[in-house]
């Protein structure tokens, strides 16, 4: 009798951690996806057809890191401090490199993914950093 309250007892408290388990996953999945779409929306925000017919890739640095930062907080719709109820303390860096003469974007996303059984530890969040770039553009040529 006692062993099997035992079990049921700890069956449910391993379900519950399970959910934190999947909400940081889910977050992480999440997160990457709308960085590389940030990432390929700034190549396109940046870049201007004519250069490109001319065979030639040049990226404006300005509007290349405002698009990283407006999609990614349009798709994972956070506010302007970059905070939302499942995200919080977020902080966003995107930069463009170069090789030579051939660029490439950057970014990295830190935040913290709100848990849920974590509580009862005193665990309120689970730090997450995403980092992602594109490959040197001029490698498509």
């Given at each position: 009798?006692?062993?099997?309250?035992?079990?049921?007892?700890?069956?449910?408290?391993?379900?519950f951690?399970?959910?934190?388990f999947l909400?940081?996953?889910?977050?992480h999945?999440?997160i990457?996806?709308?960085?590389?779409?940030?990432?390929?929306?700034?190549?396109?925000?940046?870049?201007?057809?004519?250069?490109?017919?001319?065979g030639?890739?040049?990226?404006?640095?300005?509007?290349?890191?405002?698009?990283?930062?407006n999609?990614?907080?349009?798709?994972?719709?956070?506010?302007?401090?970059?905070?939302?109820?499942?995200?919080?303390?977020?902080?966003l860096?995107?930069?463009?490199?170069?090789?030579?003469?051939?660029?490439?974007?950057?970014?990295?996303?830190?935040?913290?993914?709100?848990?849920?059984?974590?509580?009862?530890?005193?665990?309120d969040?689970?730090?997450?950093?995403?980092t992602?770039?594109t490959?040197?553009?001029?490698?498509?040529?």
């Open positions: 009798m006692f062993r099997n309250l035992a079990l049921i007892l700890f069956g449910a408290f391993a379900l951690f399970l959910t934190d909400v940081v996953y889910n977050a999945l999440k990457e996806k709308a960085v590389e779409q940030a990432l390929d929306g700034a190549i396109i925000a940046s870049t201007q057809e004519i250069e490109n017919q001319r030639r890739l040049e990226l404006n640095e300005n509007v290349a890191v405002g698009a990283v930062h999609i990614l907080k349009d798709n994972l719709k956070l506010n302007v401090n970059l905070m939302n109820e499942h995200f919080s303390d977020s902080v860096k995107a930069t463009v490199t170069y090789l030579g003469v051939i660029p490439r974007i950057e970014a990295q996303f830190d935040t913290k993914v709100q848990l849920i059984a974590g509580k009862i530890f005193g665990l969040s689970f730090p997450l950093t995403i992602r770039h490959p040197y553009l001029g490698e498509f040529k």
